[in-house]
């Protein structure tokens, strides 16, 4: 090829060059001393300076890789230290947090127990205003035939009927209440599975990592 | 770093406590006379185990003693490079200066020394390459053990996002402790109030029953 060809005459023409310039320099003894030191130094310190290059290179790194290892390090334990952090303060809010819930269903329990007494009250009552409402009854009907304005039998089948349907009344709801009532809230009645079961389609109020400590409200 | 002079034996001598070791079997270097990766990766190891590279899961969570360590561990390699690099330039003026001297006299004596010289040359390059290869092999190990802590970061992180969202919860209970405590309070108040309401009504009633009876009762007995 052309430039082949030039190529290799350059070169030949570098080589008798150099074999022309080496072979005056023979003849001169102090030049030929100088290139040499010269070129001794030259390639000393090309040498030195790859030497010096690829340490640097390798030193750098090492020296990089130390100061990644060591952020790391730092990273992981001020991790370890901000988790350690949190787990301080979630214990000291421990025993407020369970205090204030175990309040608050003391009190929530308390109401539902105050409800079921008043209610359970009210129910006396309206048994008490049904035996009232029986014996007025029978208090009219006897001043009715004290009057001679209606007949014992009246009398009689009146008040019977009042005081049957007072003891139907009382009967009802002594029964209902042992029986049927539901014995936490007052207005639930017990079917005891009766109908099956209904499923719950309430969301959930905890978190679903609900802590052991406040656990979810009822 | 200028040519030093060294007497013989100094040019021979080691880097005490170094991390090179005294020798390296053939067959553990591959054609070109460089350490293989299978060789590194076991000096490296047994570096480890010797503890003269800091293992981060046994220093565990001092990060001074780790940096003091590292720091030694990179100051006592560059130490041993700086005492055989002096060396090697040492040998390579000695060997350029023979070379230049075989050159313009060719005589048995020049000759040996060329020789010798380029020996040891040879034998000071071959250690200065072992020393960059481990150093190497040192941070590409630590690198790796950067990774491996991932795991554990990501074990502290998951460990926080479960805490965070227990304390928001615990402080949800908390900051309602006031409206909430209140309310139920006065819910409680408020059946007592209905449950003393009711007492007194069942009292008058009560008191009404017995009137009406005794009323009744007077009455049937006065109409006989």
């Known amino acids: ?218 | 770093m200028s040519a030093q002079s060294f007497t013989e034996a100094e040019l021979n001598a080691l880097f005490p406590n170094g991390i090179l070791p005294e020798s390296i079997d053939i067959s553990n270097r591959n054609s070109s006379g460089l350490l293989t990766d299978t060789y590194i990766i076991s000096f490296v190891a047994s570096l480890k185990t010797r503890g003269i590279i800091p293992v981060l899961t046994t220093i565990n969570e001092n990060e001074n003693v780790y940096h003091s360590k590292v720091d030694s561990l990179l100051t006592g390699c560059k130490s041993e490079y700086d005492h055989y690099y002096t060396r090697y330039v040492a040998i390579l003026n000695i060997l350029f200066t023979a070379i230049r001297d075989q050159y313009t006299v060719n005589s048995t004596d020049n000759q040996t020394k060329v020789a010798n010289s380029n020996v040891k040359l040879l034998n000071l390059n071959i250690k200065l390459n072992d020393l960059i290869q481990i150093m190497q092999g040192i941070s590409n190990d630590m690198l790796q053990t950067s990774n491996a802590m991932e795991a554990e970061l990501t074990a502290f992180q998951e460990s926080m996002v479960k805490t965070k969202q227990k304390l928001k919860y615990q402080t949800d209970i908390i900051k309602s402790n006031q409206n909430g405590t209140k309310i139920s309070r006065e819910m409680v108040k408020y059946t007592e109030e209905n449950a003393r309401y009711t007492d007194n009504l069942l009292k008058m009633y009560s008191f009404l029953n017995v009137v009406a009876l005794g009323l009744l009762i007077y009455i049937y007995r006065a109409a006989n």
């Open chain 1, 1 to 218: 090829m052309p430039y082949q060809n030039v190529v290799n005459n350059a070169i030949l023409a570098q080589d008798l060059e150099l074999s022309s310039y080496v072979n005056e320099l023979r003849n001169n003894p102090q030049n030929l001393q100088t290139f040499l030191a010269n070129e001794q130094a030259r390639i000393i310190s090309s040498v030195k300076r790859q030497k010096e290059d690829t340490f640097n290179k390798v030193y750098g790194d090492f020296e990089r890789t130390e100061k990644i290892q060591e952020s790391i390090l730092k990273y992981k334990n001020r991790s370890k230290e901000l988790s350690q952090l949190h787990d301080n303060i979630y214990d000291n809010q421990k025993d407020t947090a369970n205090s204030i819930v175990h309040n608050k269903n003391t009190n929530t329990r308390k109401y539902e127990m105050n409800e079921w007494t008043v209610n359970n009250k009210k129910d006396t009552l309206f048994v008490l205003s049904a035996l009232f409402v029986a014996i007025s009854l029978l208090l009219l009907l006897t001043i009715l035939l004290h009057m001679n304005i209606i007949s014992a039998g009246v009398w009689g089948f009146t008040g019977a009927i009042a005081i049957i349907i007072f003891i139907i009344i009382v009967i009802n709801r002594a029964q209902y209440t042992n029986q049927l009532r539901n014995k936490r809230y007052w207005s639930k009645k017990r079917f005891d599975g009766q109908y099956g079961k209904i499923s719950s389609i309430c969301p959930s109020t905890a978190p679903a990592s609900a802590p052991s400590t406040a656990s979810a409200p009822r």
